[in-house]
């Protein structure tokens, strides 16, 4: 079933485009460019599941590991709602999240990450010139 549904979020971020939310405006374009690169993620990326937090998720540290998508579980409410670290390397995920979400989360964290990796290609490309 998990890689079924990982089939799936790969079709979904192919087809080229991504809504977040209820808000139409949290629409992603996936370009020509980023397809191959989150293509390559996906089959690169190791995920890592952890279990709860030692702490409020503000002071979280990931492993810092690109090659990592790392999935922190919020066991409570309180801790906040699910989320996408800015970098796209950590997801925080509640616990009773509903699939549709956590196909979201997933889009948005390899999104921001073949974003980054594409920015970071091109600056070392232009630096070389």
Same mark, same amino acid.
């Given at each position: 079933?998990?890689?079924?549904?990982?089939?799936?979020?790969?079709?979904? %971020?192919?087809?080229? !485009?991504?809504?977040?939310?209820?808000? $139409?405006?949290?629409?992603? +374009? @996936?370009?020509?460019?980023? *397809?191959?690169?989150?293509?390559?993620?996906?089959?690169?990326?190791?995920?890592?599941?952890?279990?709860?937090?030692?702490?409020?998720?503000?002071?979280?540290?990931?492993?810092?590991?690109?090659?990592?998508?790392?999935?922190?579980? %919020?066991?409570?409410? !309180?801790?906040?709602?699910?989320?996408? $670290?800015?970098?796209?390397? +950590? @997801?925080?995920?509640?616990? *009773?999240?509903?699939?549709?979400?956590?196909?979201?989360?997933?889009?948005?964290?390899?999104?921001?990450?073949?974003?980054?990796?594409?920015?970071?290609?091109?600056?070392?490309?232009?630096?070389?010139?």
């Amino acid at each position: 079933m998990a890689l079924l549904r990982f089939f799936a979020i790969a079709i979904l %971020l192919l087809s080229g !485009s991504l809504a977040f939310g209820n808000d $139409s405006k949290q629409n992603i +374009v @996936i370009t020509d460019e980023l *397809k191959p690169v989150i293509v390559q993620l996906m089959q690169d990326t190791k995920v890592i599941m952890r279990e709860g937090l030692n702490g409020p998720v503000s002071d979280y540290k990931s492993d810092g590991d690109p090659g990592t998508l790392e999935i922190v579980m %919020l066991q409570n409410k !309180s801790d906040g709602p699910s989320h996408v $670290s800015d970098d796209g390397e +950590v @997801i925080f995920m509640q616990a *009773k999240a509903r699939d549709k979400e956590q196909e979201q989360l997933i889009q948005l964290a390899f999104y921001l990450k073949a974003q980054r990796k594409l920015e970071s290609t091109q600056q070392s490309s232009a630096s070389s010139q």
